[in-house]
T-cell receptor
């Protein structure tokens, strides 16, 4: 199993500003992902955080808006840039091990409110 | 495209059984099931792999029809702790890593 520490747990931000969310894992993991979840809704994948290279973004998400870093196998950051009220959501970090058929583990999430 | 789950919501009395379905429009390598309680992170329940292998919770069972790209989660003799929102997560290729989550099913167990 993996223990994930995600910071901050919640924040209220002014529109036009940026927020960086940190994800720290207690062991080296092959795969790290960032998801967004609107309250009461499902999880939507933003991007795969690749160690040492640019993240792989899903359709509808771009690097300029959601820059991601992954400097090593235990840490990643997601920045939500130039925020608007539509960015208000819960952002979740997730990891998976390297073997086939491994489960995903999730951080507790960051609840972001943009005013 | 997001997998579709049914039902969207269900209310059961403690001890009753429930079936939650997940249907994808794409060929799948694996199906995962997670439960999320309000304000908490999703928690792993089960993985079903193409070819029949399963890993997961000893009190919860599931099936995976590879030809129809459908999976069902079976909750028997439900307990109050089973309440929450259930999500299937689908993986289209081995080693792909990323999961596409279904629309979700809210399960409420009442005494």
């Amino acid at each position: 199993s993996a223990v994930i520490s995600q910071k901050p747990s919640r924040d209220i931000c002014q529109r036009g500003t940026s927020l960086t969310i940190q994800c720290q894992v207690d062991s080296q993991v092959t795969m790290m992902f960032w998801y967004r979840q609107q309250p009461g809704q499902s999880l939507t994948l933003i991007a795969t955080a690749n160690q040492g290279s640019e993240a792989t973004y899903e359709s509808g998400f771009v690097i300029d808006k959601f820059p991601i870093s992954r400097p090593n196998l235990t840490f990643s950051t997601l920045t939500v840039s130039n925020m608007s009220p539509e960015d208000s959501s819960i952002y979740l970090c997730s990891v998976r091990g390297g073997g086939l058929g491994t489960e995903a583990f999730f951080g507790q999430g960051t609840r972001l409110t943009v005013v | 495209q997001q997998p579709v789950q049914s039902p969207q919501a269900v209310i059961l009395r403690e001890g009753e059984d429930a079936v939650i379905n997940c249907s994808s429009s794409k060929a799948l390598y694996s199906v995962h099931w997670y439960r999320q309680k309000h304000g908490e992170a999703p928690v792993f329940l089960m993985i079903l792999l193409k070819g029949g292998e399963q890993k997961g919770h000893e009190k919860i069972s599931a099936s995976f029809n590879e030809k129809k790209q459908q999976s069902s989660l079976y909750l028997t003799a439900s307990q109050l702790s089973y309440s929450g929102t259930y999500f299937c997560g689908t993986e289209e290729q081995a080693w792909a890593g990323k999961l596409t989550f279904g629309t979700g099913t809210r399960l409420t167990i009442i005494p």
